[in-house]
Each structure stands twice: as C-alpha cells, then as structure tokens.
Nanobody
Framework: VQLQASGGGLVQPGGSLNLSCVAS????????MYWLRQAPSKDLEWVSS????????DYVESVKGRFTISRDNAKNTVYLQMNGLKSEDTAVYYC????????RGQGTLVTVSS
C-alpha cells in the first residue's frame, strides 16, 4: 500500500492550495478515503473523508465551508481543495484509509503565513 500526498507549500492567509494523494496497492475505488493533518506539537487530526463513489463528504467543523474533498477513482487519487487558509491550518497533511491515519503515507507540508 502506498499513499503519496503532494501539493503543499507556503501560502498567505486567505490563500488556496489543492492537495493530491495518489494511492496504489489496494482497491481504491472500494475504499473510503480520509485526509488528516498534524500541526506542530499537536496530535494527528481527522480533517475530511469521502465515500467510495464521492457522493458523501464529511469535514471537521473548523474547515467546513473552506475545504472540499473529492476523488477520481480512475486516477486512484483523492484531492483536498483548501480555500480561505488560516494560520491554524498549518500542518503536515496526510491521506489515509481510516480516520486514525493508520498506514498513512508521506505527507505534504502546508504553511500558512504572511
């Protein structure tokens, strides 16, 4: 199983980023997918999840209305569009197959700073 997140970077408050995570080694189209994040000195936090067909999405309260999760089963890829970024969104972002981040792959660093 491999999960490779990308798309992070340095962005000013109010800016946007679109994260991608390419998956391999398991049946992606039959797997609910998750985005998680870990801010400096904090525990891993579930951010969002999306159903197998992409029809049901859930978000942690702090990102509702700003983040949008989506997936492309033909490309084995899950996305996280992040708008209206805040300093408190600064974290390493991971995709995973459960909300606890078990087996999560390499993350991508998002830094929100002016």
């Amino acid at each position: 199983v491999q999960l490779q997140a990308s798309g992070g970077g340095l962005v000013q408050p109010g800016g946007s980023l679109n994260l991608s995570c390419v998956a391999s080694g398991f049946r992606f189209s039959g797997t609910k997918m998750y985005w998680l994040r870990q801010a400096p000195s904090k525990d891993l936090e579930w951010v969002s999840s999306i159903s197998t067909l992409g029809t049901i999405a859930d978000y942690v309260e702090s990102v509702k209305g700003r983040f949008t999760i989506s997936r492309d089963n033909a490309k084995n890829t899950v996305y996280l569009q992040m708008n209206g970024l805040k300093s408190e969104d600064t974290a390493v972002y991971y995709c995973g197959r459960d909300k606890y981040g078990n087996g999560r792959g390499q993350g991508t660093l998002v830094t929100v700073s002016s």
